[in-house]
């Protein structure tokens, strides 16, 4: 079945704990995307990634990081959680972002 | 800045009657592309429509179609013979033709009542 595993679905941690949430998709798509989404602002983009080792910005970066080793795998990495990173998080991925993205089921991260 | 609208941040319907949800949005590209996303309470996030801005026709899905007007850049999705099932936050979203990321709406909350 082609799709995106993200996990976990829920993480509750604490301030300053280093956590990685894994992205991984079956599709062999170029482009994955991690989004974060808060009510009133609706999805936001973290970051995202064109191919292998092509990795860029999106809206809202700050402590955040990835890395694409792999086509398949896209971590997000908080190297130091604070509580304002308490959010929904979705991982994404296509094979061409005119074709729309598939999603991961979400993360719930909760930072206390 | 490109931006995407929503103006009815709720709706309800009856099942197996008809609703439209608005969307509206603001870019200079000529090139581009619009979805449809639904998020149930589940809160998988599920592509349910896309339209090419280069193509006239409005796309249809099954019981989902949109009224795409891009003199207007309105995007606007009908949804018939509504469904328990259809109720969850629909969201609209924007990739320009050269652009690495979707825009979205805040969504609009769609309950469909039995």
């Known amino acids: 079945e082609a799709q995106v595993t993200q996990n976990p679905r829920y993480l509750i941690t604490v301030t300053g704990k280093k956590l990685t949430v894994t992205c991984s998709q079956n599709?062999?798509?170029?482009?994955m995307s991690w989004y974060r989404q808060d009510p009133g602002l609706g999805l936001r983009q973290i970051y995202y990634s064109m191919n292998v080792e092509v990795t860029d910005k999106g809206d809202v970066p700050e402590g955040y990081k990835v890395s694409r080793k792999e086509k398949r795998n896209f971590p997000l990495i908080l190297e130091s959680p604070s509580p304002n990173q308490t959010s929904l998080y979705f991982c994404?991925?296509?094979?061409?972002?005119?074709?729309?993205?598939?999603f991961g089921s979400g993360t719930r991260l909760t930072v206390v | 800045a490109q931006t995407v609208t929503q103006s009815q941040p709720e709706m309800s319907v009856q099942e197996a009657e008809t609703v439209t949800l608005s969307c509206t949005y603001d870019?200079?590209?000529?090139?581009?592309?619009l979805f449809w996303y639904k998020q149930p309470p589940s809160r998988q996030m599920i592509l349910v429509i896309r339209?090419?801005?280069?193509k006239q026709q409005n796309a249809t899905e099954n019981r989902f179609s949109v009224n795409f007007q891009k003199a207007a850049k309105s995007f606007s999705l009908k949804i018939s013979d509504s469904q328990l099932g259809d109720t969850a936050m629909y969201f609209c979203a924007y990739n320009a033709g050269n652009n690495r990321k979707l825009i979205w709406g805040l969504g609009t909350s769609l309950a469909v009542n039995p």
């Open positions: 339209q090419e801005a280069y």
């Open positions: 994404a991925s296509s094979f061409w972002g005119y074709y729309g993205y598939t």
């Open positions: 870019t200079s590209e000529s090139n581009y592309y």
């Open positions: 599709m062999n798509h170029e482009y």
